[in-house]
């Protein structure tokens, strides 16, 4: 409940403050446009209904919200309060960048003499609308950081004003580096378009878009990055996994966008190289914007995917890094293999029109069809050759590296989404081949592209079979390897299950230890019965509460020189509570230790999955059918258009 009013309070001013600022704002602009408040009675009317309405209602849920903080410690170290602190110096911060960009782009065009109304932003506005937009939230943010500087001065416990601060970072370091790409990407092409004589005009509004980018995001970026970088001496900023991941994004996203360009200027160089009727010209003209694209992403690519892999390379504990290292190579993967498999049904489709006379001429369709079939395998198979085969050679292997590369949940959520793709693709790609040859079976209608049409559907189907068995024979060699792998190591791993007086028990105990791993070494003693000479060197020892609480002399001397691992298995005993554990099925989470302790790996206890869980998941899961589907859709869409 208390949660919900913060979020209440500090929602609401947050919204308020933003609603008073622009208020100001638009009044001091309407002030400053001259005889305004004659002329502009509406635009008076609304500036000041948003500050007489704005103002009671920040000053009510602003003024809570610092009494709350000022007498209760948590609520001064609480999160919502750090989200509200950063959201508030990001609204206003934010706008002095928009507005300083707005500002220089249009001094720019004027002092070039180009038309304002061609600026990037802030075309209509006038050098009096941006000033004042900067020196009011300016004056806000300052207010605001002194807040937060003096908060930090105070804050007993920094981890959750930490951790926004690090997010509120990396929001502006992807602010900046938007800007800073976007405006060299301007200058480039400006620059490609210098060769090209179809631009006899200047474009030099291109040029002065890009440098206003570029002159507000460099010194940003700059400025930015360095505050993350300076933020490593922190022990904490170096285990983040906030880091980790925007690193991570823009790694992937870079590599994806220069494939994506590089595969597009290859498609238009293919396309002229085949006789293309285009001039060189223009030629150059379409090339231009790609290499303007392409050119900054992969600066972006080889310098942030440089530091995704120093910083996973520099991971404490060698199945951190591979882990790592196995999400992004399957993340780039499936397009690689989607790429690949594209570009071989293009081509085919290409090969089935031409053999069976659907085309038969030499022209800008088929032209079009070669090239982009080219280029897209030209960018396909080398990405999937080079994220597939580290991944399939390191599973391959039988030391300890490839027994955790085949168990890895990457690995194996990649080979079940394809071969689930796969599955799903070729069973509409089928439904669309025997439609058509019932419809024409049925109708006796024969369209002309008869023949094209159903060895189309008939080579997809085949492609996506072949993309099923070949994940499939993959995905069933893991297991295979696993399973004799864990096979030996169960049998290895010796377990001596104590039962105690009840019979229950050990019934229910040995029931669950068969369901995790048949394997296993189990052997049982009863109440009553000896303990033999070698439970001594056993693995280790299960054995319910009740017995552990109080055993037999015995039993407690053989316990204290025992030096295995001793599994106490919750049971309802009297005057005990036992805090942390779960009330259903303790036989099974310590089943489950067991064979994670045979296995060789960290003891991770799975609680049951609530209803509501299982709801969210198959919410999440129908919602992915639908994007699945409509890529299929579009798959299909785009090799039978051909």
Known sequence: MQAIRRFYFYLVALISLEVVLWGVIRLARTLFNGNALFSSGETLAQALALILVGIP????????????????????????????????????????IQNTLALLNRLLLQASQ????????????????????????????????????????????????????????????AYSLFMLVFGAQKILYFALLQFSPVLGLTGNDILLNGLALTLVGAPLWAYTWQTCQRALNDPFEQASGLRMGVLYVLALSGVGATLVAAGNVLYFILLWALGSATTFANFLQQISGQISVAAPLAVIWAYYGGWFNREAGSAPWANRRAEIRRLYFYALAPAGLATTVTGVGILLSLLINISVGAQTLWGDFLRQQLAMALATLAVGIPLWLATWRPMQSEALTTDEAGEHARKSVIRRFYLYAV????????????????????????????????????????????????????????????????????????????????TGESA????????????????????????????????STSDAVILPAALALNPPSALRTWLEAYRGLRVIVPSPTQGWLWVGASASHPEAQAAQIIRQLAEGEKIRLTAGTSAWTVVAYIFAALFGLQLLFGLIGLIIALLTSF
Request: hydrophobic share 55%; proline share 2%.
């Open 57 to 96: 209602i920040f000053l009510i849920h602003w003024l809570w919200a610092q009494h709350a903080a000022a007498r209760d410690a948590e609520e001064q170290s609480a999160s919502l309060r750090a989200l509200f602190l950063y959201a508030a110096l990001l609204g206003t911060l934010v706008p002095v």
């Open 114 to 173: 180009i038309s304002r109304d061609l600026a990037l932003l802030g075309g209509g506005q006038t050098l009096s609308d941006n000033l004042l937009a900067i020196v009011f939230n300016l004056l806000a943010a300052a207010y605001f950081w002194n807040i937060l500087r003096g908060a930090w001065k105070t804050l007993a416990e920094r981890e959750n004003f930490s951790n926004v601060r690090r997010l509120y970072r990396h929001l502006w370091l």
């Open 419 to 498: 071969i689930f793709v796969a599955v799903i693709g070729g069973m509409f790609t089928a439904v669309a081949l025997a439609y058509t040859l019932l419809k024409t079976a049925l109708t006796g209608d024969t369209p002309p592209t008869l023949a094209a049409d159903l060895l189309n559907l008939l080579m997809m189907v085949m492609l996506f079979a072949a993309v099923l068995i070949y994940h499939s024979v993959t995905l069933r060699h893991d297991v295979s390897q696993t399973s004799n792998t864990l096979a030996e190591k169960h049998k290895a791993f010796e377990v001596w299950l104590l």
């Open 504 to 535: 229950d028990f050990g019934a229910r105990m040995s029931a669950a230890l068969q369901r995790q791993a048949t394997d296993l070494t189990v052997k049982t003693i009863a109440a009553g019965e000896a303990l033999p000479p070698e439970t």
